[in-house]
Structure formats: C-alpha cells, structure tokens
C-alpha cells in the first residue's frame, strides 16, 4: 500500500508549503503538486498522474476535499476514477475515508459545499463588476483598434487588407470596424 499526496493551490503566488508538510506528516511517501484552479479538473497534469498511478490498495492523501475538486462532478469523477483502481481516498483535516459508508457521506456532501462556496463566490464577483459598470468605474478593456483611424483610411480608399497591414491588426477587425459604420 502506498500513499500518495495531491497538493494543489489555485495561483501561482500561493504557497503549497503547509499542504506538503502535511501530507508528510500523514504518510505520504510521493507527493504531486501544482498551481491550477480546482473548478476543473483540465489542464491539471499533477492530478492526471496520481490518478494514473494509483493501484490496488493505494490511498490519494489530500489536505481538504477542495484542493481535489471544486465541483461535485470533479469530484465524483475523481472518486470513480479512485475506486476503479481499487483505491481509496482520504482528507488530513476532515473525516473522509472513502472505504467506509460515513466517509462516503461525508465526501459527497463536502462536495456540494465546495461547489457552492465557487457559486457565491462567481455571483460576488459579478455583483461586483456590476456594480462598478452603474458607477462608471468598469469600463472594461480599452480598445485595440482605433476605428477613427481606420475609417480615415477607408475614406482614402485604402482597401481592408491594405488598413489592416498599415495598422498592424487583423483583417477581420478592419471588416468589424467597417461593418458597424454602415
């Protein structure tokens, strides 16, 4: 039986230290890490490893369930993917322990506060940038294409490949500029 550890913060600027010195202190003999989102489980190399090398008997040490997963699909998932190796899963700081019936429950239902907590969480933020747009502070990202200046040139009657080039944007951008003038 080998235990392996799965550390995971979401930015690059976040420290893995104290998952790590756990997971240590819980048995782990391999640890995987990396800075990636948890609200999904693509892109995520570090987890796609431990979940290939689990076998028979394993167990995936993590710290809390939310640094696996952030949503109760991920999650399950996960969970599948651990059993179908004939593996368990286990938390340091909560009570789950996937080869019983009340560790079980408690992943299920830690997994829906996960998923959750990053609803409120993007509900926040849109309240936010909402908020910013009514109070003229969020304008959003300045543009990158100055339509004056392509207008100018058409007037000169520079063709759309020729504004494009002179300007050093994309052809398709000239035909949007031009296309919203008429």
Do not use: W
């Not at 995987?32 to 090398?53: H, I, N, P």
């Not at 399950?76 to 996937?98: F, H, N």
């Amino acid at each position: 039986m080998t235990i392996i550890g799965y550390a995971r913060v979401s930015t690059s600027d976040q420290s893995l230290e104290i998952q790590e010195v756990a997971l240590k202190s819980a048995g782990c003999s391999v640890i995987r890490a990396e800075k990636r989102s948890g609200t999904t489980t693509s892109g995520r190399a570090e987890l796609q490893t431990v979940l290939d090398f689990l076998s028979a008997g394993d167990v995936l040490m993590v710290t809390r369930i939310d640094r696996l997963a952030r949503s109760i699909g991920d999650l399950q998932d996960i969970v599948r993917a651990v059993k179908a190796k004939g593996a368990s899963l286990k938390a340091t700081e909560q009570p789950i322990d996937t080869s019983t019936a009340a560790g079980k429950a408690f992943l299920d239902m830690l997994g829906v506060f996960a998923e959750f907590e990053t609803n409120l969480r993007k509900e926040r933020q849109l309240e936010g940038i909402a908020k910013a747009k009514a109070a003229g502070v969020y304008k959003g990202r300045r543009p990158s294409v100055d339509v004056l200046q392509v207008r100018a040139l058409k007037q000169e009657g520079i063709g759309p490949s020729a504004i494009a080039k002179t300007l050093g944007i994309g052809r398709a951008s000239v035909y949007r500029v031009l296309g919203e003038h008429t």
